[in-house]
C-alpha cells in the first residue's frame, strides 16, 4: 500500500486495484520459487481483497479518529463488550457501503486476526 488511495472510489475501481494486487502478488510469490498450483486456493477473492483493501483504509481512519471517538467508548454502538468489538463494526459499515461485497465480507469476518 504505498500509494495513497482516493475515497470514494466507484467499487468497479476497487475491483481493479485489487485484481492488481492479486496478480502482483501472483507474480512475487511465482518469482520466489512457489508452486501457484500450491497457492493460488489460498489467494483471497477480488471481492475478499477489496474488503481487504477497504478494512486497512478504515483502519487507518480508525487510528487517526480514536482520539476523538474515545469519548463515546462506552456507547452500546461502539462494540465494546462484544465478541468480535471494533471489527465487527468496521466489516459491517463496508458491507453496508458496498452490499455486493456482504457474502465476502461475512467470509472474512472469521479469518482476519483479531489482534489488529
Not at 485489487?18 to 471481492?47: C, K, N, Q, Y
Not at 462484544?82 to 457501503?97: F, K, V
Not at 458496498?98 to 489488529?116: C, D, F, M, N, Q
Request: hydrophobic share 45%; aromatic share 4%; charged share 30%.
Amino acid at each position: 500500500m504505498a500509494e495513497s488511495r482516493m475515497p470514494g472510489r466507484s467499487l468497479e475501481v476497487l475491483r481493479a486495484e485489487a485484481a492488481e494486487e492479486i496478480a502482483m502478488l501472483v507474480e512475487h510469490r511465482s518469482r520466489m520459487g512457489d508452486d501457484p498450483w500450491e497457492f493460488m486456493p489460498m489467494l483471497p477473492t477480488v471481492d475478499e481483497q477489496v474488503v481487504l483493501i477497504l478494512r486497512e483504509e478504515s483502519l487507518e481512519m480508525d487510528g487517526a479518529l480514536s482520539q476523538r471517538a474515545s469519548r463515546w467508548a462506552m456507547h452500546p454502538a461502539s462494540g465494546q463488550g462484544t465478541e468480535l468489538g471494533e471489527e465487527y463494526h468496521r466489516l459491517r459499515r463496508i458491507a453496508l457501503l458496498h452490499p455486493e461485497l456482504s457474502a465476502a465480507v461475512w467470509k472474512l469476518l472469521g479469518a482476519i486476526p483479531r489482534g489488529r
